[in-house]
């Protein structure tokens, strides 16, 4: 068949979206009122839809056969399911955002009183139509297999985040957040689209299979790779970075945390997250078939990138008064664990001999794909319930005076955020913990020990401020300057990924089966071993043999 | 057997767990009373299992469970098997006594907190319960996981307990003690990773059996081993703890609420060292031989500062709190002696110290409760109005200190003697120093019982003088509105001091049955000091003198090669 006729067979997932995202738009301007309060259920039917086709995919196999990280098919798949599956949470905790607006409120309040409805006034039909998007947007990152693919994915899932920024809440500060996000993230697209641009030079490819080829050849050569090309990866590793939210493209993160809705902020905090990461292990995927020496440049920055964004995102998340900012800031810790897993996962791929595929606990890759999921799960129940409260001028729950005795007021709000927060602790026995065993134990197993040990205490450190929110919600004075007003659908969303954050926990096999399968590397794509640099015949050895620690 | 008893373990963890969760439905009246069934509950099925591990197999009274120091009951739950990881359960004696002690205090502390909790009933006996299942499970995993999930969990009901039930500065305890113990045990989970990496990297496969990664470890070079030393004692001395990161404990010990006190002194410190005896000895070998003089100083500095710390404390219950770090010196002394009498008085000192701290902190509470004063200065000669009270207290403290025929003394005579013979690691001069603790224990105990329970009469002015607390039928002379111990107050210590006297004049059943587990964690280290220049001299003479063991009395009572290995 047609290359490209194959490769659209693999986007029913995307192309259901597409269209559930058209139909919102459209349905959310009609004038029936039924019709126009539709796009939330819309949403859902097309998510359903888009799981639907994902789990009865086949998984066709990649154009490319070198892939070094991961066999793309496989880790499409995943993503896509671990999307729709939080999407759908996602989807529950937002369902409410476009409603409570003034905006919208005004205008459904004039179609009342008798008045012709203004489809300008409100946002339900926008809203859910790039909610679904920008989802598209992140699984298209996860199938990417060229550059400028990957470009437009990430614009994709990027634009209409700003949207749903500035319009999910009727706050100048909303408005203010959506700027910086939109000003950042166009400087951050131009700094990896200069970086594609320069692969693009150094290698005369876009194409990831092309680009895997010219770097084996280097490296089968005995060259040093081209720094045309490292300066491009960099670029590109950094560019795209700022979707991750790691230092140093984190600036933006606590105060578009802040401006933007509780259940805005958990889709930024997952979506965008996941669509940086992906992109990343697509990236460094073909570079990976260096050796460890010719990528040192690559890995060192991965290394100071993850270290600096614990540290700082740690440290800085002490001084916050503002619980959101507080989990701003420890949303980018978090993608400093996860830029532990893929520093694990690029040693392994450059170590010849390396034990990578079906190895569970040393795969770098499967462990951060993992950990996406379980740091979605409990992000998600902490914004939901602080979308929940909001104090007497009406706004949203904002400092940790807000949500003093969250706990006696709403007991299972309260709980909700007790799992939420021990989850992101990694305190057992809920699914974080589980998940920092498997990062941890994958840059373990290539010899980082200081990673690891640095990471362990930025976990201590990140403690501080979770028991500030835990002891807010259950040692303060009820704070009656705030009300709790739940919704169903809100409350069924974050007790599902309450729940989920303890099952998975103690009952988290199938989900580390899952990631390590998504991770393997297809068996057309085995690895040909990278050639030694001379002389060294330690290196022959498998890596398990190799006990030597390294940074 | 008509039932496997290989289900009763993991039944041991989820009693408590589910209770706990289950309280949280039924109506505020009924749910101390429901706490208090389920840890009795939990209790009846402990000593189930500590009945069938005393059942001789295959009808020879000589041969139990706990005679071949092996793990028995062992049972397991699936859980994350491309890590090597399970819900594994198994006991040793040492194992199946600390689980006793542990369901045996809890039912106190229900009892004991029924009048001092009175806001908030169902999460503080929640958390209790909850509390009580994450420590039974600390006790009884053989996954290294598994026991690090229990062990780091049991931060979370206490921290609860402190900060919700504490009283005035519970807020600060409760965040110092949960970062404290927080950052150390992260340490130590990067340490145990580096073993089970070590075991992978040996093996091919992941697994975290402690067993099997105790095995593999030995192998580690010194210097692997003393970073793997030091992970441990990070974690496990500060839960301890151990001078000089002891900081966190006065603090909350005596912000605590009684219950939290007593579970904290009674079992919680026990998980340091059940850790260190647990993982330090066999995983570390040469690098606790390497480092056991180091380890044990702190322990005698420990000893003696605290001690001198405890003699000048104005509160009662940061003196009791203080004496715990002191106390517990002896038991880490006593493990690191790296010989059986050491060991086993380090596992006799932890169950001692359960009974006499938790017994003294409830005292402590009950005063607490009556006089909402802890301050030595307001009060004293409560004796003449609370003699049932008074009688309790100079019991545990006599216990406390060591009073030859309670159990204290049998501890910290077997740690001390440890400590002496261990020529090969320690030596004599451990033993003096630590000896001198023994004498700063007493002073400061019978300072505080001599103004507190005797001297000139002394009551507390209440607080809130509108309603006197517990205005009685009972008099005593002038001092009428002072109630003396109720019955129920009287039930809760009495099972403590019975335990107390038994455990001092028969303290060899217990020890017996820990000798053969013991001798099975002391063996790495021993192997490593035989094979120094200078082996042991006379340990297993002494070591038969102590455990009176039929088999070896009417055996052969030295074993040869050590006799060899000694002349």
Known sequence: MNPMLDKLSTLWPEMTLLAGACVCMLAGLSGSAVVRRSPRWIAAVSLLLAGLCVATSSVAEPRHTGAALVGVAGLAVYVKMAIVAVGLLLLLIASQVPDRLRQTQDAEAATGRGGVFDPAGVMRGEFFAFFLLSLCGAMLCAGAEDLVWLFLALELTSLPTYVMVATSRDRAGAQESAVKYFFLGAMAAAVFLYGFALIYGATGSTQYDQIAAFVHAQSASGQALPPLFIVGLVLAVVGVSFKIAAVPMHFYAADVYQGAAGPVTAFLAFVPKTAGFVSLIGLLGPACQANAEQLQPVIWLLWIMAVLSMTVGNTLGLLQHNVKRVLAYSSIAHSGYMLVGLIAAVAAATTPGAVTAGEHLGNGVAALLFYLVAYGLATLGAFAVLGCVTTDQGDEAQTYDDIAGLGQRHPLLGVIMLISVLSLVGLPPMVGFLGKIYLFGSAIQHGYIWLVIIAVLNSAISAVYYLRIIGACYFAKPNDQTQVAVSPAVQLGALVAAVGAVMLGVAGGRLVDAARDAAAPPDAAVVETAPLPDGDAESWSPQWADTSVKW | MMYSPDQLLPLLVLIPLVGGLALSLLPNQVVPAMAFVWTVVTLAVSVVVACLAYQPIDGNPAVTFLSSGDLFFESFIPWVDGFGLSFSFGLDAISLWLVLLTTALMPLVMLGSFSAIKHRVKEYYTWLLLLEAAMIGTFVATDLIFFYICFEFTLVPLFFLIGIFGST????????????????????????????????????????????????????????????????????????????????????????????????????????????????????????????????????????????????????????????????????????????????????????????????????????????????????????????????????????????????????????????????????????????????????????????????????????????????????????????????????????????????????????????????????ARLVLAGRPHGEATIDEVTTIIFIDPTVQHGHPQDPDAARHGH
């Open chain 2, 169 to 524: 500065q519970r807020l600060k305890a409760a965040k110092v003690f949960f970062l404290y113990t927080f950052t150390g045990s992260m340490l130590t989970f990067a340490g145990v990773l580096y073993v089970a990496w070590f075991n992978a990297s040996q093996t091919g496969l992941w697994s975290f059996e402690i067993a099997q990664l105790a095995r593999a470890a030995q192998a580690m070079s010194l210097e692997q081993q003393t970073w793997v030393l030091l992970a441990l004692l990070a974690g496990f001395a500060v839960k301890v703890p151990l001078f000089p990161v002891h900081t966190w404990l006065p603090l909350a010990h005596t912000e605590a609420p009684t219950g939290g006190s007593v579970i904290l002194a009674g079992v919680l410190l026990k998980l340091g060292t059940y850790g260190l005896l647990r993982f330090a000895l066999p995983m570390t070998p040469i690098a606790t031989v390497v480092y056991a003089p180091t380890i044990a100083t702190f322990a005698v500095v420990g000893i003696l500062y605290t001690a001198l710390i405890c003699w000048v404390q104005k509160d009662v219950k940061k003196l009791i709190a203080y004496s715990s770090v002191s106390h517990l010196g002896f038991c880490v002394l006593g493990m690191f002696a790296l010989n059986t009498i050491g060991v086993s008085a380090a596992v006799m000192y932890m169950i001692n110290h359960g009974l006499s701290t938790g017994a003294l902190f409830l005292c402590i509470g009950m005063i607490y409760e009556r006089f909402h004063t802890r301050e030595m200065a307001r009060m004293g000669g409560l004796a003449r109005v609370m003699p049932i009270w008074a009688f309790f207290m100079v019991f545990f403290s006599l216990a406390s200190v060591g009073l030859p025929g309670l159990n204290g003394f049998v501890g910290e005579f077997l740690a001390l003697l440890g400590a002496f013979m261990a020529r090969d690691v320690l030596g004599v001069g451990y033993a003096v120093a630590a000896g001198f603790g023994m004498i700063l224990a007493a002073i400061y105990i019978l300072y505080m019982v001599g103004k507190v329970v005797f001297g000139p009469v002394l009551i507390p002015e209440h607080d809130d003088q509108h309603q006197p607390p517990y205005p009685s039928g009972h008099t005593h002379g002038k001092h009428a509105h002072v109630r003396d111990l109720n019955a129920r107050e009287i039930m809760t210590l009495t099972p403590l001091a019975v335990g107390c006297l038994l455990l001092g004049l028969f303290p060899t059943p217990l020890l017996s049955s820990l000798k053969p587990a013991v001798d099975k964690l002391v063996e790495p």
